[in-house]
């Protein structure tokens, strides 16, 4: 999604307020963002927290 916005790792971070290396550790699935973050996040994409777990939800059921 963060590339679909035409983002780097960099400009998301800024936007959501949480370090680079965070997301990049969540998009490798090394962490595991709250929920507090999973909305940020989605603010940040400027999408609903519900989109971003719908595509989790559909790649794990693969």
Known sequence: MRQSAGLSQ???AERAAIHRTYVSQV???LKSPTV???FRLALAL???PSKI???IEASLSR
Do not use: N, V
Request: charged share 45%; glycine share 6%.
């Open 10 to 12: 960099e400009e998301l």
């Open 27 to 29: 998009e490798r699935g």
């Open 36 to 38: 507090a973050t999973l």
């Open 46 to 48: 400027e999408t609903a």
């Open 53 to 55: 777990l719908k595509r």
